[in-house]
Nanobody, 125 residues
Framework: QVQLVESGGGLVQAGGSLTLSCASSERTFSRFTMGWFRQAPGKEREFVASINWSGSSTYVADSVKGRFTISRDNGKNTAYLQMHNLKPEDTAVYSC??????????????????WGQGTQVTVSS
């Protein structure tokens, strides 16, 4: 069974930075798309960023564009989400996700087959 383990969340002041990591146990990690999603209390899960199998193509949500960057290291089976200039509205549980079928960037939750437990990011004003 594929396991995704996120790390790097925490409490940060507005304007600060955090980098989230997502380590995958999947042997075919380098073949498929990875994504990050977030869910704030009382809200639906929303797309944050996606990266294709090789890392050559990325896409981020408009709400985080220019502040968040997604990347991956296939040699380490790890994906990253660098977050800068954090705002209180970025407060949420952030989860990474991995597809077993898709190789291009995608914002659709249904394209992702494996999910991590999530890591809390709290931005204070």
């Amino acid at each position: 069974q594929v396991q995704l383990v996120e790390s790097g969340g925490g409490l940060v002041q507005a304007g600060g930075s955090l980098t989230l990591s997502c380590a995958s146990s999947e042997r075919t990690f380098s073949r498929f798309t990875m994504g990050w999603f977030r869910q704030a209390p009382g809200k639906e899960r929303e797309f944050v960023a996606s990266i294709n199998w090789s890392g050559s193509s990325t896409y981020v949500a408009d709400s985080v564009k220019g502040r968040f960057t997604i990347s991956r290291d296939n040699g380490k089976n790890t994906a990253y989400l660098q977050m800068h200039n954090l705002k209180p509205e970025d407060t949420a549980v952030y989860s990474c996700a991995e597809s077993s079928r898709i190789v291009i960037v995608t914002t659709d939750l249904e394209d992702y087959d494996y999910w991590g437990q999530g890591t809390q990011v709290t931005v204070s004003s």
